[in-house]
């Protein structure tokens, strides 16, 4: 089974601060993903990487960086955290297209982020 | 550019009730057609996909048909349980995109 490891499940972080989310995955994915979870707006894209120091903004990167120094590892950085992006986290991975895959996208268990 | 619509919910059913979450699609390409499914406090998990137009998908008794021409993926289960109590998402990934669009979730919720 694919296991995509998200490395927090609950934090509270202050205003200001410097937040990383860790995302571990163990099936050799070449894509990984960071997605935010708000109740009424589903699930949208913050930012994925389609192979090792690469990266793509989705569709709401603003407040955000993303670091791929290795393949199996991928995190998200909230630079200065503010009290909008209190939140649910979900990492995820997948196999690129032309390998067959279907598109089929694996997901941690998410983790859930205060800002106060 | 691509989009996916959901049904409102939430919705409330009793067991071995029937049920029918609708979703439509806006798409530039060949998208496939995903369900995705979050039970309380847990990530999501793929619960059933098509890949081309009037394919089925199947799970859990769960089942979604392609529709291509009507642009609609909707989910059905013929006697929804307890345990299916959940937020269901419709999803969408085109030709050659590496990433998925998501509905924007509907809350089931089946009362015993």
């Known amino acids: 089974d694919v296991k995509v490891t998200q490395s927090s499940r609950y934090l509270v972080k202050r205003t200001g601060e410097k937040v990383f989310l860790e995302c571990v995955q163990d099936m050799d994915h070449e894509n990984m993903f960071w997605y935010r979870q708000d109740p009424g707006l589903g699930l949208r894209l913050i930012y994925f990487s389609y192979d090792v120091k690469m990266k793509e903004k989705g569709d709401i990167p603003e407040g955000y960086s993303v670091s791929r120094e290795k393949k199996e590892r991928f995190s998200l950085i909230l630079e200065s955290a503010s009290t909008n992006q209190t939140s649910m986290y979900l990492c995820?991975?997948?196999?690129?297209?032309?390998?067959?895959?279907?598109?089929?996208?694996?997901f941690g268990e998410g983790s859930w982020l205060t800002v106060v | 550019g691509d989009s996916v619509t959901q049904m409102e919910g939430p919705v409330t059913l009793s067991e071995e009730a029937c049920l029918t979450i609708n979703c439509t699609y806006t798409a530039t390409g060949y998208p496939s057609l995903f369900w995705y499914v979050q039970y309380p406090g847990e990530g999501l998990q793929l619960l059933l996909k098509a890949t081309k137009a009037d394919d089925k998908g199947s799970n859990k008794g769960f089942e979604a048909t392609y529709r291509k021409e009507t642009t609609s993926f909707h989910l059905e289960k013929g006697s929804v349980q307890v345990s299916d109590s959940a937020v269901y998402f419709c999803?969408?990934?085109?030709?050659?995109?590496?990433?998925?669009?998501f509905g924007q979730g509907t809350r089931l919720t089946i009362n015993p």
């Open positions: 995820a991975s997948s196999l690129p297209t032309n390998r067959g895959s279907g598109n089929t996208i694996y």
């Open positions: 999803a969408l990934s085109d030709w050659g995109a590496q990433k998925l669009v």
